[in-house]
């Protein structure tokens, strides 16, 4: 029976996660399918290209809500079944099918994002005090870097030492969230694959600062 709620637990993840905000936003702003602009996903950063800041400020906030909505549905559901041994197995599950239900979202014919909000979402959900950490470090990297990769695949590597840091240290006396954080991970970089390319082929898109600088230069010559 136990595993049948985490099938569940992994199902509520998925859905929770594929839901398109960035594809609906934009849709409802701009008239847009967002896939067909700029990088072609659905998360904040493309949402922001095709819509401006207040768009890419409400998609990058709805995925980060769906990821900690999969894991405080998959505790409303099934916590009492489950119990405190169990739990956090369900709710690492649940947070990371968020994560991959909005890289392939189910309603975009398995297409989306690379997943960094819904794994600040789900992670938060756990222990709150990532979210002002992800805004530190997103918008560090954001602004000094000025790729949207890097910072993601930074915030992915920060959340796991999080974890590791909660479990090795004691706060945490379950390994679920930390194995959740290194899968969730690796979600995260598998779908940035063309983008660690880029990066080290130095033709990485660049957003921000960085981005209206090498405008600039490209508008001088």
Partial sequence: MQILYFILAGLVGYLCGSIPFGYLYVRLFKGE?????????TGGTNSLRAAGLGVGVLTSFSDVLKGAAAVWLTTWLFGDALG?????????TAGVLSVVGHNWSIFLKFGGGAGTGPNVGWSSAIWLWIVPIAFLVMSGMLYFVGMASVASLS??????????YRYFAGIDVTLAYLAGSIVA?????????????????????LVGRRAKRRAQQEAKQ
């Fill in 33 to 41: 399918d967002l896939r067909t602009i700029g990088s072609g996903r």
């Fill in 84 to 92: 405190p041994a169990l739990l956090p197995w369900a709710q690492a």
């Fill in 155 to 164: 915030m992915a590597a920060v959340t796991i030492i999080i974890f590791a």
């Fill in 185 to 205: 991970g690796l979600v995260v970089t598998w779908a940035l694959r063309p983008n660690i390319k880029r990066v080290m082929n130095g033709t990485e898109r």
